[in-house]
């Protein structure tokens, strides 16, 4: 075989400089409760019945977009279906970013996937953080933003549960009008449905709603999210995304999931996460392992540790949660919100450590 240290020289620069994008799942963890890529722990069998398989799939399956622009309160040309709303936020990069000259402006901390795909792209990243984007005016906001391209706002924002006001979404969009677009990622809007920024694609041309069926409607393995926008954004992002970018099998199985019958049971399965977490959010509240908890929206905790440490001692209990680094800090722990068997692994947990932290004190005075 020839030198294969030689392909590296064939890499962009930006590709060779790239750190492979750590998910959940791709950390070999090995464990029995998982609680780290905030999945539902709700899951269906789906009935499907599939016969014309040697044909190629609706490139936009009308069934689920009818089904979804009902759901969203918008109209079906206002949807588009990708593969998850990762592909959401791939397309408006590469739709609407030059690389090596374009920027998009982030929230830090935040959802990962954005920096990640701006990196593949060849697009400057213009970090900005959470604090500005809750506390700063909206001037500030827009000066900050400068001539970036997509301002990403993450609502609730992964991982720290905070939301930003409709309000000021609304004005940040207003006086962003013809400079740039306001992408707001409600992958966790079902957990607080009244704060959707989806009836304000009404009013603005430069806003995107990206949602996902991946998390309260508990389908991550199906890989389906929607981008939803006016027709006239979205149409130049028609031209770029593949031309059958959603199999017949998943198309099948996320109509099903849209149907009203389904859209209840998700609701009910979200009132039950939303009390799990109120239950949750007291117990770490009630934790002397833990030094601070930040009460937000999403079907997840995060949460400060007082002694990193107490991370491992998850581990080897098969208690498998996502560790951060956040504010420079690598203490920080986001915990899923599952059913009530694994939250009492959290709780077993959680006690086995203040056992332990009581003991210390008890031996020291
Ligand atoms: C989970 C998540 C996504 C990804 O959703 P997929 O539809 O599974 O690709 C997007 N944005 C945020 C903030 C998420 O937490």
Known sequence: MSDNSKITTLLPDNIAALTAYSSAKSEKLTGTTWLNANESPYSRT?????????????????????????????????????????????LLVRTFCSPAKDSIALFLPTYGMYKVTADTHNIAINGLTQELLLKGTVDEIVTAVADSKLVFICNPNNPTGSMTSLDKIRKITQQLAGKAIVVVDEAYIEFCPEQTAASLINEFCNLVVLRTLSKAFALAGLRTGFTLANSELLAPIRK??????????????????????????????????????????????????????????????????????????????????????????????????????????????????????????????
């Open 46 to 90: 789906p009935n499907i019945n599939l016969t014309d398989l040697n044909r190629y799939p609706d490139p936009q399956p009308q069934q689920v977009i009818t089904r979804y622009a009902c759901y969203a309160n918008l109209e079906p040309e206002q949807v588009l279906m990708t593969r998850g709303a990762d592909e959401g936020i791939e």
């Open 240 to 365: 770029v995304i593949a031309p059958y970018p959603v199999s017949t099998v998943v198309a099948s199985i996320a109509a099903d999931a849209l149907s009203s019958d389904n859209i209840a049971s998700m609701r009910r399965q979200v009132t039950i996460l939303n009390s799990l977490k109120a239950k949750l959010k007291s117990w770490l509240e009630q934790s002397p392992a833990v030094i601070k908890v930040l009460s937000g929206e999403g079907n997840f905790v995060t949460l400060k540790l007082k002694d990193k440490q107490s991370f491992n001692i998850a581990l080897e209990q098969g208690l498998v949660m996502r560790a951060f680094t956040l504010y420079g800090e690598n203490d920080w722990l986001r915990i899923s919100i599952g059913n009530e068997q694994e939250l009492e692994q959290v709780k077993i947990w959680l006690d086995g450590l203040s056992l332990t932290s009581n003991t210390v004190e008890q031996e020291l005075s």
